[in-house]
T-cell receptor, first 115, second 116 residues
Framework: EPEVTQTPSHQVTQMGQEVILRCVPISNHLYFYWYRQILGQKVEFLVSFYNNEISEKSEIFDDQFSVERPDGSNFTLKIRSTKLEDSAMYFC?????????????FGAGTRLSVL | AQTVTQSQPEMSVQEAETVTLSCTYDTSESDYYLFWYKQPPSRQMILVIRQEAYKQQNATENRFSVNFQKAAKSFSLKISDSQLGDAAMYFCAYRSAAGTASKLTFGTGTRLQVTL
């Protein structure tokens, strides 16, 4: 069964460093998303992406965040200068086109630890 | 803005018994989707069941079923014949049908324990 793949599973970084979280969405999906979950809290939307541009972003997704689809398969989330409060689980999701197919499938997540 | 509320932080059920997890939501939209996602200790988000607001019939997936009450804005999940593998966090989520890349809005989750 096709699945969303995220790498790395765990990323440890120093405050102020840049990190790139990588995702390979399901191959025929056209819509891509990033969510984050701070430990013990609910899952929060960050950004959605379609046709090589951002469709929607939340208040969390400020100038230190960016997304990119550098090639036909990868979808990345970059955090330019990490803060302690960026420590969280980051989930990538993708969905297909069409009313009956627009279920968002999630990857296993990347745990980001900012020290 | 839409909100999703799960008022039960924790629930417990005995193996083979039935449990119902509650979810309410607030929206001014008439067309939307509702979901239940399961998050086991591995923290992966796994889709359990989906309901389309324009469908009156409640969705079912094997041992999982929902009670969708549109007027009351209520969307509960019933798990029948509970198994140890059902132990997880369960998140209720809302998605607008407007637009093609609309976000999921999640509740705060209910932790389900399954006991022998």
């Amino acid at each position: 069964e096709p699945e969303v793949t995220q790498t790395p599973s765990h990323q440890v970084t120093q405050m102020g460093q840049e990190v790139i979280l990588r995702c390979v969405p399901i191959s025929n999906h056209l819509y891509f998303y990033w969510y984050r979950q701070i430990l013990g809290q609910k899952v929060e939307f960050l950004v959605s992406f379609y046709n090589n541009e951002i469709s929607e972003k939340s208040e969390i997704f400020d100038d230190q965040f960016s997304v990119e689809r550098p090639d036909g398969s990868n979808f990345t989330l970059k955090i330019r200068s990490t803060k302690l409060e960026d420590s969280a689980m980051y989930f990538c999701a993708s969905s297909d086109v069409g009313r009956s197919k627009n279920i968002q499938y999630f990857g296993a997540g990347t745990r980001l630890s900012v020290l | 803005a839409q909100t999703v509320t799960q008022s039960q932080p924790e629930m417990s059920v005995q193996e083979a018994e039935t449990v119902t997890l509650s979810c309410t939501y607030d929206t001014s939209e008439s067309d939307y989707y509702l979901f239940w996602y399961k998050q086991p200790p591995s923290r992966q988000m796994i889709l359990v069941i989906r309901q389309e607001a324009y469908k009156q019939q409640n969705a079912t997936e094997n041992r999982f079923s929902v009670n969708f009450q549109k007027a009351a804005k209520s969307f509960s999940l019933k798990i029948s014949d509970s198994q140890l593998g059902d132990a997880a966090m369960y998140f209720c989520a809302y998605r607008s049908a407007a637009g093609t890349a609309s976000k999921l809005t999640f509740g705060t989750g209910t932790r389900l324990q399954v006991t022998l």
